[in-house]
């Protein structure tokens, strides 16, 4: 396991970041810590990235916190898959519906 990026879903709202932090340094140490947040309420969305400063530290969080009771919550703890590189406009959605459908208008 050569990525130390975990993610961490099922957090409460009430969790914060130094409480990742301190729950996660029993396991190795913890380079940094994101809760994400809504862009618009700014409120927290359930879920965080930790990262671990090594693959076994990162390895024993995932054993010993996924599933752990947490401010009651049961945590998820995996490793964190690479980002999807997302287009400039959103992307997906499959274009409006234009597809092999011909122009009725002509006919």
Do not use: H, W
């Not at 998820?76 to 009725?104: K, S, W």
């Amino acid at each position: 396991m050569s990525n130390t990026k975990l993610f961490v879903g099922n957090l409460s709202f009430e969790t914060s970041e130094m409480e990742l932090q301190d729950l996660f340094a029993a396991c190795g140490p913890v380079t940094e810590v994101n809760i994400i947040t809504d862009r618009v309420t700014q409120r927290p969305r359930g879920f965080a990235f930790v990262t671990m400063a090594t693959p076994e530290g990162a390895q024993a969080a995932i054993q010993q916190l996924a599933g752990k009771n947490v401010n009651g919550r049961e945590l998820t703890v995996n490793e964190a898959r690479p980002r999807e590189e997302r287009g400039g406009f959103g992307g997906g959605g499959g274009g409006g519906g234009r597809g092999p459908r011909r122009d009725r208008s002509r006919y």
